[in-house]
């Protein structure tokens, strides 16, 4: 089952359009759920106190009209709806317990017009043991590419098994992006790096992983992209052509408490197509 979160916003009708699409290429049920923010209306009150009606009747007018939307889009889906009332990230973060995928949108009602990157979708994305899926609000041109950040550690895998699966799903190429940088002292006069093997080294690094990776999915056609470049910055870059850009829920060296490393936050504030985090 996929669940998608809305809230009436732009980005969380984008999150609808995407995650109706994901669950009629995977044949899974969607599960459209809305989140009452109790946690200004009780700000002296009592826990007990009743939220009233008025603020139960939008929230079913906004899960209303995802419907209609999913039903618009894909009339056989199997459609589910709930309204609940908490703080949103955490009763997203519960409910993903037992989800194939959940989707937000990029930003909310209450977030900043400038922000890219909402309260909620930043405290799902790589909390959950499931994939999550941040949606722009902007429309944007429909490329075949999905594209996957990679490196040297196992902690990639999970991220770049779900690429393989969503290329697959949609038909698209796989471009696989390792980015790598040389050592500070690399740049010393005596240092005998060769880089020409440094590069050589990196791309067979790749090629092992994807190799392993892509086992089960041997029509999907893969391109290796193994610039010398700023992780964030090469994700972002190729992601200008792609239809989903998914990396891990955190890099190499990445602290264990920190969830989202530099790099998966920083093409979740940057990227423009929709982001898959994959906790590993």
Do not use: N
């Not at 098994?161 to 006069?189: I, K």
């Amino acid at each position: 089952m996929i669940i998608v979160g809305v809230d009436g916003s732009v980005a969380a009708r984008a999150a609808v359009e995407w995650a109706a699409g994901d669950a009629a290429r995977r044949h899974v049920p969607l599960r459209i759920v809305h989140v009452t923010d109790t946690s200004w209306y009780l700000v002296g009150r009592r826990p007990d106190a009743v939220l009233p009606d008025s603020v139960h009747q939008e929230g079913r007018r906004v899960l209303r009209e995802a419907e209609a939307l999913v039903r618009e889009r894909q009339s056989s889906a199997e459609i589910t709806t709930s309204e609940l009332a908490g703080t949103p990230a955490e009763v997203l973060r519960e409910l993903a317990g037992d989800a194939t995928e959940l989707v937000v949108g990029s930003r909310g009602l209450g977030g900043l017009s400038g922000a890219l990157l909402g309260s909620v979708s930043a405290h799902v994305a790589g909390h959950v043991s499931c994939p999550v899926v941040v949606v722009r609000a902007e429309h944007r041109p429909v490329h075949g590419e999905v594209v996957v950040g990679l490196d040297d550690s196992p902690e990639c895998e999970p991220a770049l098994a779900y690429a393989f699966q969503q290329a697959q799903l949609r038909g698209a190429t796989l471009r696989v992006v390792h980015a790598w940088q040389l050592p500070v002292h690399t740049y010393a006069p005596e240092a005998p790096y060769d880089l020409d093997e440094v590069r050589a080294t990196q791309h067979q690094a790749v090629r092992d992983r994807v190799k392993a990776a892509g086992h089960d999915h041997p029509q999907v056609t893969v391109v290796e992209d193994v610039p010398c470049a700023q992780p964030a910055d090469a994700l972002i870059a190729a992601a200008e052509q792609a239809g989903l850009l998914v990396v891990g829920s955190h890099g190499r060296g990445a602290l264990g408490a920190a969830l989202l490393g530099s790099v998966s936050r920083g093409v979740l504030h940057h990227a423009r197509c929709p982001v898959a985090v994959v906790r590993a």
